[in-house]
């Protein structure tokens, strides 16, 4: 699922992200100038977003050019070149297995596939790709889960042919019990997958359930958590570098961000203020 490199041209803003316990899932976050990619194809679904500048590529029989603010999707083994029209070209594009999109969307047969190669974005998918490159790089197993399905569903019901979801149904007991298991294993890395094979039920359902229970997905609940676990911390001395760790936020900017996002100030600010 590589994506072809050339000699030529500057890369040296080119990402590819993966997890090691998120199989068959890439993310390219394409930043270069003068960088051709010949004729190839990729084993997966491709979703993705033109940030900045102008993208282009030959496929199915025609030349398009993609502006910033177009989607470029693609099928699996959908023959394709690329390259910049402009000076220099950022993109990011979600790479997803045909084979984990079963599983994934909860969906027992596969979407038809993409029709349109190039439709215009509402800012919904490219601000999805960019909180997924953000989860790859910092964030969490069940955010980057949460995330990730998040998306599917929007590009696949809007241009891949996909039935809405229904409604998840009131599970009380079941997402009661996710939240007592976050309740008390907040500080862990806690994975989607594995709580939806511990309560007998998809990941999508257990996202849409807990929202519709508690208002937020699990994830965020899950940071509220740690939050709440960090101001009785700082509170009590902890150094910011220990709460990091302890918490299991990816590292101390990471922990000061998501601190912030949800208090309207920095770690050290609620701890000067509180001492005052």
Same mark, same amino acid.
């Given at each position: ?6 000699? *030529? ?10 997890? =090691? @316990? ?5 993310? %390219?976050? !394409?930043?270069?100038?003068?960088? =051709?990619?010949?004729? /190839?194809?990729?084993?997966? %679904?491709? $979703?993705?977003?033109?940030? /900045?500048?102008?993208?282009? &590529?030959?496929?199915?029989? !025609? ?5 910033? #603010? ?15 029209? *402009?000076?220099?070209? $950022? &993109?990011?594009?979600? &790479? $997803?297995?045909?084979?984990?999109? =079963? ?68 599970? #009380? ?13 907040? *500080? ?18 257990? $996202?849409?359930? %807990? +929202?519709?229970? &508690? ?5 965020? @609940?899950?940071?509220? +958590? ?27 900017? /990471?922990? *000061? ?9 920095? =770690? ?9």
């Amino acid at each position: 699922m590589a994506t072809p490199r050339s000699a *030529s041209g500057v890369t040296d803003g080119n990402r590819l992200l993966a997890r =090691p @316990w998120l199989p068959g899932v890439e993310l %390219f976050h !394409a930043d270069f100038s003068g960088q =051709p990619f010949g004729r /190839h194809s990729h084993d997966a %679904f491709a $979703i993705g977003a033109i940030l /900045h500048g102008v993208g282009g &590529y030959q496929c199915r029989g !025609a030349r398009h050019a993609l502006p910033a #603010g177009t989607l470029s999707l693609m099928n699996p083994q959908e023959p394709h070149t690329g390259h910049a029209e *402009s000076p220099r070209l $950022i &993109y990011r594009m979600l &790479y $997803i297995e045909e084979a984990r999109l =079963p599983a994934l969307l909860g969906r027992k047969r596969l979407p038809r596939g993409f029709r349109q190669l190039n439709p215009t974005d509402d800012g919904a998918v490219a601000a999805g790709l960019a909180q997924l490159a953000g989860d790859f790089q910092h964030g969490d197993a069940l955010g980057l889960e949460s995330r990730l399905l998040q998306l599917l569903e929007l590009v696949f019901t809007r241009h891949g042919g996909l039935r809405p979801m229904q409604t998840a149904r009131r599970d #009380g007991g079941t997402v009661a019990a996710l939240r007592d298991y976050l309740e008390q294993h907040y *500080s862990e890395a806690v994975s989607l997958q594995a709580l939806a094979e511990q309560l007998q039920r998809h990941p999508r359902h257990l $996202i849409e359930a %807990f +929202r519709r229970a &508690y208002g937020v997905p699990p994830h965020t @609940w899950l940071l509220q +958590r740690r939050i709440r676990e960090a101001k009785r911390r700082l509170l009590d001395g902890e150094t910011l570098a220990e709460l990091a760790l302890g918490l299991g936020f990816y590292d101390q900017a /990471h922990f *000061s961000g998501t601190f912030r996002r949800f208090t309207g100030v920095t =770690p050290g600010q609620f701890r000067a203020t509180a001492r005052a």
